[in-house]
């Protein structure tokens, strides 16, 4: 059970570039979420889905766009890197839409804009 | 805006001792708390949640305190091991109809032999 999967793990894009951030979860959870995390801080929600079909802006969604692909996938994409959004990127799934629900975090992808 | 805390970035302990990690929030409508656990290099690992109807609850080695009154939230880890080295984040979610949780800094964990 590969639980949320993460693609690419490491990514260096130099400033304007564009690129997508792949995730898919095999646990048939209903919603999906995208989280930035920066050195010394807690993680941040960019996006998330709560259902196929549906997404949602989180705290900090400028720079970038989300697809809810289906059941199991969800992207993340750069349209235009900047500097800003040197982060590690986190996916995430959960089986609950209300307040309850654990989440299950995948091991995160590491994005450097020059 | 509100946010989540923690009182301490930094916590030191003996492998055996108890460990506490202390977290304060501000938001009053928050309802749902959870404790993360994060080793190096991984994703966040869920360790335990409460309610806001509750005010202790116990897990394995683990328990988390909940004092609604002073908006404060703990993690304490019984006979910590090697194994619980890691960054403990806190998180809220302010009842918006949706797991939206809000993560505290984090509070670095290192065990002493």
């Known amino acids: 059970n590969a639980g949320v999967t993460q693609t690419p793990k490491f990514q260096v894009l130099k400033t304007g570039q564009s690129m997508t951030l792949q995730c898919a979860q095999d646990m048939n959870h209903n919603s999906m979420y995208w989280y930035r995390q920066d050195p010394g801080m807690g993680l941040r929600l960019i996006y998330y889905s709560a259902s196929e079909g549906t997404t949602d802006k989180g705290e900090v969604p400028n720079g970038y766009n989300v697809s809810r692909l289906n059941k199991r996938e969800f992207s993340l994409r750069l349209e235009s890197a900047a500097p800003s959004q040197t982060s590690v990127y986190f996916c995430?799934?959960?089986?609950?839409?209300?307040?309850?629900?654990?989440?299950?975090f995948g091991e995160g992808s590491r994005l450097t804009v020059l | 805006g509100e946010s989540v805390g923690l009182h301490l970035p930094t916590l030191s302990v003996q492998e055996g001792d108890n460990s506490i990690i202390n977290c304060a929030y501000s938001?009053?409508?928050?309802?749902?708390f959870i404790w993360y656990k994060q080793e190096s290099g991984k994703g966040p690992q869920f360790i335990i949640d409460i309610r806001s109807n509750m005010d202790k609850r116990q897990g394995q080695r683990v328990t988390v305190l909940l004092n609604k009154t002073v908006k404060h939230l703990s993690l304490q880890i019984a006979a910590t091991q090697p194994g619980d080295s890691a960054v403990y984040f806190c998180a809220e979610n302010h009842n918006q109809g949706a797991q939206k949780l809000v993560f505290g800094q984090g509070t670095r964990l290192t065990i002493n032999p």
């Open positions: 938001n009053s409508a928050s309802d749902y």
């Open positions: 995430a799934s959960s089986e609950a839409t209300g307040v309850t629900g654990e989440l299950f």
